[in-house]
């Protein structure tokens, strides 16, 4: 009972260490400082892989150089998707026109978007989480997964916690 309790603790301690950093991605999200998105395919290898999950952070246009990655809106209302620059033109006082290369074979056709002094960048990759990180919050996978934290949390509360404890009161 005592292995079991040591090994709840400690799983508690890494969900824990994982929902902290999902807490301030998300504050950084609301605050409009940053947002993460789960790269789906190949179509920006070498820099990204299908399953990467990608940070974007706000960066000026006139740094940006053919083969950078950006963020730009996407046909879904407030989304964002990860293009590769193939162009960058200065159409205005504040006003840039990006385009961008074809994603591949099916993917999306290259095209220009008119933006303002700033777009989303890629800031920290973190390899292969992507897909963990949207599955995790799909209701089929969160609700299981909270009530194994529950259980975890019952184990932690109910085991006695030393062998030593045990021994003093018999």
């Known amino acids: ?24 991605l998300w504050a950084a999200s609301l605050a409009g400082l940053a947002r993460p998105l789960a790269v ?18 706000r960066a000026p246009v006139d740094g940006l150089a053919a083969g950078d990655l950006v963020g730009l809106p996407a046909a879904v209302a407030g989304g964002i998707a990860l293009e590769r620059v193939e162009a960058v033109e200065r159409t205005g006082e504040q006003e840039w026109t990006i385009t961008t290369a074809a994603a591949g ?13 700033e777009v989303w960048a890629p800031s920290l990759r973190l390899p292969g989480i992507g897909g963990i990180a949207e599955a995790v919050v799909a209701p089929g996978l969160a609700v299981p997964l909270l009530a194994a934290a529950m259980v975890l949390v019952a184990v932690v509360l109910l085991a006695p916690p030393t062998a030593a404890r045990r021994r003093s009161v018999g």
Do not use: E, N, Y
Not at 40 to 57: C, E, N, Q
């Open 1 to 24: 009972m005592i292995a079991a309790r040591r090994t709840a603790i400690a799983l508690l301690a890494i969900a824990g260490v994982c929902l902290a950093a999902a807490a301030v």
């Open 105 to 117: 074979p099916g993917g999306s056709p290259a095209r220009d978007a008119v933006v303002g002094g």
């Open 40 to 57: 789906d395919g190949a179509s920006l290898r070498p820099s990204l892989s299908g399953g990467d999950l990608v940070v974007v952070t």
